[in-house]
Each structure stands twice: as C-alpha cells, then as structure tokens.
C-alpha cells in the first residue's frame, strides 16, 4: 500500500472515528495519526483473530476505523472523560 493510501484510509478513519467517540477534540493531522495508527491496530487485532472483513479499500478503511474507536476509547480512558 502507497503512503498516499494510508493517508487518505488514516483520513477517512480518523474522521468516522471522531465523529463516533466525541470529545476528543485530535484536529486535523491528529485525526489522520490516529485512522492511520488504527489501522495498523486493526490489521494486527484481526490478524490475531482471524478475522477477514472485507477485501481493498472497504476492508482498509472498515479496519482502520475499528482499531482507531480502540485507540480512542483508551485515550479516553486515559484522560479521564
């Protein structure tokens, strides 16, 4: 996968992400950090379970926007709110 995908499946993630877990407030490129981060989380937690959602660009985003509402809801957990 191209940095460029990442960035663009990090984007989309990211911004479902934050639109699901509210008050966290990341801004822009933190949005992108965390859909990408999600991704990689979400690619390693499936992998582990062998799960398989969907295939291309779906299963990248599906992925990545799974394991970024983890990393937020831990962020959460973390600060407190």
């Given amino acids: 996968m ?6 663009i499946v990090g984007a989309i993630a990211g911004f479902l992400a934050d639109a699901v877990i509210k008050g ?7 949005k992108v950090i ?19 959602l969907f295939s291309g660009f779906l299963g990248d985003v599906v992925t990545a926007f799974i394991g970024a509402v983890i990393l937020l809801v831990i962020l959460r957990m973390i600060r407190g709110k």
């Fill in 34 to 52: 965390v859909g990408i981060a999600g991704g990689l989380l979400g690619g390693w937690l499936f992998g582990v379970l062998g799960v398989h």
């Fill in 2 to 7: 191209s940095i460029l995908t990442w960035i």
């Fill in 24 to 30: 966290i407030n990341l801004g822009l490129i933190g």
